[in-house]
């Protein structure tokens, strides 16, 4: 089992930045590939960005490219999701997941959740 626990969501205005953190616990944290996926209310969860075990691929939706940076600090068990330039758009509860194997960009590929954190963006 791995348990996940986001934070850093909160509200800010358009052009703002954000960091958002995941730590894990549990199983070893440089086994799985991490991800962070955002759900509006009443749609269905989609990939925001993922990293691999080792930090060397990363995958990115073309809503967030050039934006957001994934990152992963193995040693902190930690993952990182760097949002800039954020948009009105980017409003969405931000999940973190994890998975073992390759990067995946689909929702049922993912083993293990954290609860979410809720990122609100004014215009």
């Known amino acids: 089992q791995v348990q996940l626990v986001e934070s850093g969501g909160g509200l800010v205005q358009a052009g703002d930045s954000l960091r958002l953190s995941c730590a894990a616990s549990?199983?070893?944290?440089?086994?799985?590939?991490m991800a962070w996926f955002r759900q509006d209310p009443g749609k269905e969860r989609d990939i925001v960005a993922t990293i691999s075990w080792s930090g060397s691929t990363t995958y990115y939706a073309d809503s967030v490219k050039g934006r957001f940076t994934i990152s992963r600090d193995n040693a902190k068990n930690t993952v990182y999701l760097q949002m800039n330039s954020l948009k009105p758009e980017d409003t969405a509860v931000y999940y973190c997941?994890?998975?073992?194997?390759?990067?995946?960009?689909?929702?049922?590929?993912?083993?293990?959740w954290g609860q979410g954190t809720q990122v609100t963006v004014s215009s």
């Open positions: 997941a994890a998975r073992t194997m390759n990067i995946a960009t689909r929702e049922r590929e993912y083993d293990y």
């Open positions: 549990g199983r070893t944290f440089s086994n799985y590939a």
